[in-house]
């Protein structure tokens, strides 16, 4: 899923088949804001919205658009 504050990127990863379930809100908008407010804002919303409690989670930064797909799953895998 996706997390963001801004409308072009919720329709390009919403093009690109990512789920955005939620747009960020202003007070978690902005370049200063910190990663820790932002996955535990995404974290608390899926959990709500999900009616679950997740046990592990993912943070993939947007500043590496060419990872490739397994390593990350050979990451969690391991993880797990």
Do not use: W
Not at 21 to 42: E, K, Q, T
Request: charged content about 30%; hydrophobic content about 40%; overall charge negative.
């Amino acid at each position: 899923m996706v997390s963001t504050d801004h409308d072009e990127i919720n329709e390009i990863a919403k093009e690109a088949g990512l789920d955005v379930p939620f747009m960020r809100p202003d007070y978690l908008s902005g370049d200063r804001i910190a990663d820790l407010d932002v996955l535990n804002h995404a974290l608390l919303s899926m959990e709500e919205s999900d009616r679950i409690k997740y046990d592990v989670v993912v943070m993939l930064q947007p500043t590496c658009p060419l990872r490739k797909p397994d390593p990350v799953i050979r990451c969690v895998e391991k993880l797990i």
